[in-house]
Nanobody, 128 residues
């Protein structure tokens, strides 16, 4: 059983930076087995992908965050990160870490329904 715990959310002004972390507990080989992803959701809207990373390190980003966000993983620490820079008010959302079966060792799904394990979420608020 994979347990995911996010941290690092908070409030920041437009143009600022935050780093989210996601610790995987309960299964030592999470990052060697699953695709990992960051998703976000605002009230009344669908949960959307932000970025995903395969067990081989291949990444895929939503167009809205390309060039501003970086997803990475530290397998030794069983931890996933999302470095967010040049934040905008429209980045305000609840951010979720997720783990799911890969499409291949190099390719991850980007749809939320392909991800089986979820963290509880962490709030990011960007003020203008």
């Amino acid at each position: 059983q994979v347990q995911l715990v996010e941290s690092g959310g908070g409030s920041v002004q437009s143009g600022g930076s935050l780093r989210l972390s996601c610790a995987a507990n309960g299964y030592a080989y999470t990052y060697d087995t699953y695709c990992m992803g960051w998703f976000r959701q605002v009230p009344g809207k669908e949960r959307e992908v932000v970025a995903v990373i395969s067990r081989d390190g291949n990444t895929n980003y939503a167009e809205s965050v390309k060039g501003r966000f970086t997803i990475s993983q530290d397998k030794a620490k069983n931890t996933l990160y999302l470095q967010m820079s040049s934040l905008k008010p429209e980045d305000t959302a609840q951010y979720y870490c997720a783990a799911g079966e890969p499409k291949s060792s190099w390719i991850c799904y980007t749809g939320r329904y392909e991800y089986k394990y979820w963290g509880q979420g962490t709030q990011v608020t960007v003020s203008s």
